[in-house]
């Protein structure tokens, strides 16, 4: 699941369709031609606006599914529209360009062995229907566990429904407010199912920072694996600017190799859009993440 | 290809020839082969490296990037492999290359710029040394440290010595005279200038009362500084008879000639590599073909071209025959009481 | 108007009191009286008018603007109808908007400063003087000729008995160090300091090649150099006791608390005016809104509140007692240390 | 003719029509309040796109027609996408809103004695459309010559056609190449037609730089009046920012009367947003203007 770094390319990709999602969502269809390598699940691209563009840099968005053809590739991508460039983007209509790079970054290491169980968050839950379907392609299934707020909050939530039934993938739901699925924290829906399922458990998670943090504790006290999906402010995307550091916790400081390729980090801080975004969730400082 | 060989864009710098005016930027580029897969070094008139310290840095805490209005706030701190892995792991690869490489250095003092030249200053695959004077984001030996002119010019003395490669002086735009300090520069021995590298900036996260970046403040990148570096460029260039290579902001053909006009030799693409991957090859194909489009048969004659009718910018020759440092000091005078 | 009720927003610059943080930036609002109609210059904290000189000044030849990304370059040149008209004519009409009026002034010499103040020191319709001490479009006189603190400080004291009312000194943001000139005009016995004026910069006019200003060079202004000017305020506020008043960029309630967050006292609202004719309103409405909401109750609770924990802004309690100017520098060397 | 500065508004215009004109042009009708006053012929509005937007300062544009209804006036406008703010502008849609300021500066001073020679280069006809209405509805003709390189680039000729025949103007075509009309300048072709209108003649022009100083020539040696638009980089529009500089001729700064408000300019400079747009031909000094 480690890209080369040097695999990623950068195409002018056209809007095949762009819409909707609820809850104030956009799903967003992008067509690049067939030369842009394919994605893996947890992988992400940088899209850059078109010209005259009101933002200055590229916006890191993972990508929540792919298709392909003869000679092109279609990347999917849920996103909400928070400041000024993802606004601007939603503006976008079909036909438009915009210029993607990628595919960047470390996926899920979805071949680990073990149950694959998906925690999504909220919008979080983009790469993890990807990689519901890329388990499913190699014959794999999966539990699904997506929680949120409350039930509007469940981003996309009959998509996903019909995407993981297609993917044989279990769809387990949590809200906080129970208004929808099991009332509580999706993590407190982990610790009530996770004895029912086959161990041992593979971790998969993306959402807001307090949910990967109390799934990384969580994974630290049953003793399961977890990779969980991390965002940071970003400049180039390629490990280039050094610009998206993430602190490491002490146990991955200690073992820090100093033939680790430049690209990748230093002993303090590994890169966010090289060595993630999805990182082994002990290799991480928490304490100083935000 | 073709279109290039209609025209002479080659640059001198000190004993270097570039074979067109256009390098990337320090910190933009990494280690010229990052991506190397979508822009073959070789092509650029240069690489600027990373700048490289004595000992390895780990960089600033997060956040190191903060976007404003028509740029970015970095706050890298200087993050880099240190010297001896520099030498053994890095050099080597650059020498693959087969690029024009300029290898930044930066020091905290005169002594550590030293220690990094006695190291690296005989190293075949390095053509030319840019030293970061100018960083803003380190607690010492920063862009504030390198504004006297004394301290280059003295520092540089000390450094010429010790490579026979090409000594270009990076320098702050956050200083009253540019032109004074390039001038220490020249006086100090350096064969080129590059101004400028970022603006020290500041931005506020006001959910959490604090600076957006992981330090105070941050250096300025990217289109919104390009006025300002146009203009200190112009200064210094109009102020030394070395070369100077301009750089903030560039990121299209007609950018690189603006810079070229106001009397840069060469330019730097930094920022712009962050959102086009080829925006260096960009530059320079827009720019060739620019040129060809208005007939000019040499860069030398687009060089500090810009009509001298809007005083005070001067027409002037290029390339330039040195002159002495009263007579340019004069020169600097004049620019700067115009201001 | 209830809103702001609820909240204590009023700032002391020497002997006066701004019923709130908010001023016009000179240049941007004429006279007051302008735009009048709809903005009610009475509302806001004071309006600081166009630079007035000693003679009338006709400015500089066209073009005088040219948009460049996020921000604007002028080469105004100081156009103004000189003392005598603006006594004759502006200073009755200036006292008819019942609005706290701060008059900005500029000079070639120290001397003609006090020719000028000697003539308006004592009007009792101008309650505070802007003094010019930057404007990057004049032949003579301009931010270069004041880049440093000795002339600064002389020409200060040699002003401070001209008047009663307070004395301000605007300050170019480009010099090594704005914290040192910074000090200067606290010693010269200067009130307060507005940081800052608009940072030289130039555009290159390709198919003409000149510039594309009537002159090199003009000013930037605008939300690009918002981040640049934030860092500069911040560093003359932390290098003095005296209030720093913020200018560059602001356009957004948001803005102006960045500004007071970092250690400003008050802002200026400069070219957001020509987007918006109410933008100083705005801005003041704006912020008023957001300090309501987080409960703040006094404007000096949020003056230097940026959170500490990022080095090297420090917190600080406001309003600040004096302290005596060694214990200040101190201050400044910690801060310039640090970049 | 002379508006007074204080009479300009501020207002969110809405867009109710936004349609091409041929030829790379287009045509823009503003919705906005009543409270904003009514336009004259030659004034102009200030046009600030909405945020987040690729320029900073709003464009000027000369007003091309008005209609007032009970609680709103249209105003029309006929501009040419030329860089990155037109084109900006250009991209929005029906209902999206822009900032308008204004009305601006002195228009043409319609009510000068004598038969009214409306002179249009290219797109220059916006604002002359506007004056034959308002002629028309004063009950005066005018004569109306329209001049351009093409018959391609005489823009939105036949839109032109129809209203000047509503307004009873009579229309006179010149193209360079004689596709169209009169072979040759508008000037020559004015050459040609002034000895058959009845004196004195008042020329009202706006077009090219180079036209309107022909029709500055042309008016000095046969002592008739001209008014020509003219166009300067704008920061305010409004006489603040002192940034639109024109300069005076010497006759006109012999006679620059100290008194003149400041806001309309000084003895060297004429400010193009207050004391113009549109100028006495003989108070401005051709040669330094470009
Ligand atoms: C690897 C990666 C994958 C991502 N995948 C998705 C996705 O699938 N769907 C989705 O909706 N969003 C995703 N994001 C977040 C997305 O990139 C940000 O929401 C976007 O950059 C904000 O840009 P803006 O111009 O709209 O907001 P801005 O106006 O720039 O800022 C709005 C807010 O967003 C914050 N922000 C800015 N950049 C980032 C960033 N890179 N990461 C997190 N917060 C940021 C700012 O601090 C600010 O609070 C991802 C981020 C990363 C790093
Ligand atoms: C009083 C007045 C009335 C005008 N009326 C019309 C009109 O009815 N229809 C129309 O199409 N245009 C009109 N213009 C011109 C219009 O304002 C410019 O075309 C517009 O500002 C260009 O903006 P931009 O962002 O598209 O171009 P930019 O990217 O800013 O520049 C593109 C080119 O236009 C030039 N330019 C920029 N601003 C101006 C300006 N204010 N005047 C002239 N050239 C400029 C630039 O120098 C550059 O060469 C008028 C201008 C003025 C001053
Ligand atoms: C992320 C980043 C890292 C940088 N690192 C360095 C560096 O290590 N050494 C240096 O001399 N300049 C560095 N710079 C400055 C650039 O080389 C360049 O001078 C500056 O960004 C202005 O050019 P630009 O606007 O084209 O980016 C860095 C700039 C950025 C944005
Ligand atoms: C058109 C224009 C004219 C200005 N004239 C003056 C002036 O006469 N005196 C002065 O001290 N500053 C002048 N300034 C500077 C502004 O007062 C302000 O300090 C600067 O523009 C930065 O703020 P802003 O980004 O909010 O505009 C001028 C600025 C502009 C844009
Ligand atoms: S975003 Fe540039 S190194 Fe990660
Ligand atoms: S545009 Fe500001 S004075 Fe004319």
Known sequence: ????????????????????????????????????????????????????SPVLLPRPMSVAGVSSRR????????????????????????????????????????????????????????????????????????????????????????????RLSRARGRLHLATDDGSRGF??????????????????????????????????????????????????????????????????????????????????????YAMCCTEGPVFEAGELDWERIE | ???????????????????????????????????????????????????????????????????????MLNSIGLENVGLERFRLEKVPRLAALRATIVASIG????????????????????????INFSCPNVA?????????????????????PLTRAALIAKLSPDVTSIGDLAIACEQGGADAITAVNTFVGMAVDLARMRSRLGRATGGLSGPAIKPLALARCAEAAAAVGIPVIGSGGISSGRDALEFIAVGAAAIQVGTASFLRSRAALDVLDEMTALLIARGVKRLGEWRGALRADAPPVRRRASPRPARPAAARRGVVARVSSAR
Chains 1, 4 share one sequence.
């Open chain 1, 183 to 268: 009332r509580g924290h999706v993590v407190d829906l982990l610790e009530r199912l996770a004895p029912r399922f086959d161990p041992p458990l593979v971790l998969h998670a993306c959402g807001p920072h307090a949910m990967l943090h109390a799934v990384s504790v969580w994974a630290a006290r049953h003793g399961a694996e977890a990779h969980v999906a991390m965002e940071s402010v970003m400049g180039c995307g390629t490990g280039i600017c050094r610009g998206c550091p993430l602190p490491r916790s002490a146990r991955a400081r200690a073992a820090f190799s100093s033939g680790t390729a430049s690209l990748y980090g230093n002993r303090e």
């Open chain 2, 107 to 130: 020091g905290e003092t005169p002594r550590e710029l030293e220690r990094i030249l006695e190291a690296l200053g005989a190293e075949p695959s390095i053509a030319g040394f840019e």
């Open chain 1, 71 to 162: 000679a092109s590739r279609t990347l999917g991508f849920l996103y909400a529209p928070v400041g000024v460039g993802t606004r601007a983007l939603s503006a976008l209509g079909r036909g438009a360009r915009v210029s993607a790079l990628g595919p960047l970054g470390r996926g899920f290491p979805l071949a680990r062995p073990g149950t694959p169980v998906l925690i999504a968050g909220g919008r979080g839950v983009a790469p993890l229907l990807f990689a519901a379907d890329a388990l499913a392609h190699e014959g794999r299934r999966c539990e699904f566990l997506f929680g949120a707020r409350t039930r509007g909050q469940l981003v996309g939530l009959a998509e996903a429904r019909a």
């Open chain 2, 1 to 71: 290809m073709r279109a290039r060989a209609a025209i002479d864009l080659t640059v001198r710098i000190g004993p270097l020839r570039l074979a067109n005016p256009v390098l990337t930027a320090s910190g933009t580029f990494g280690y010229g082969d990052e991506a190397a897969h979508l822009v073959d070094p070789a092509r650029l008139g240069g690489v600027v490296t990373k700048t490289v310290t004595l000992k390895p840095r780990a960089g600033n805490p997060p956040q190191r990037i903060a976007e404003t209005a028509g740029g």
């Open chain 2, 140 to 160: 010492r030996g920063g862009a504030r440290y390198w504004a006297m002119p004394r301290r280059l010019e003295r520092t540089l003395a000390r450094l010429r």
């Open chain 1, 1 to 52: 699941m480690i890209a080369s770094p040097a695999a990623w390319r950068q195409v002018e990709a056209r809007i095949a369709r762009h819409a909707d999602y609820g809850h104030d969502h956009r799903w967003l269809d992008l067509e690049v031609p067939a030369q842009f390598p394919p994605p893996a699940p947890g992988q992400f691209v940088q899209l850059l606006l078109p010209e005259p």
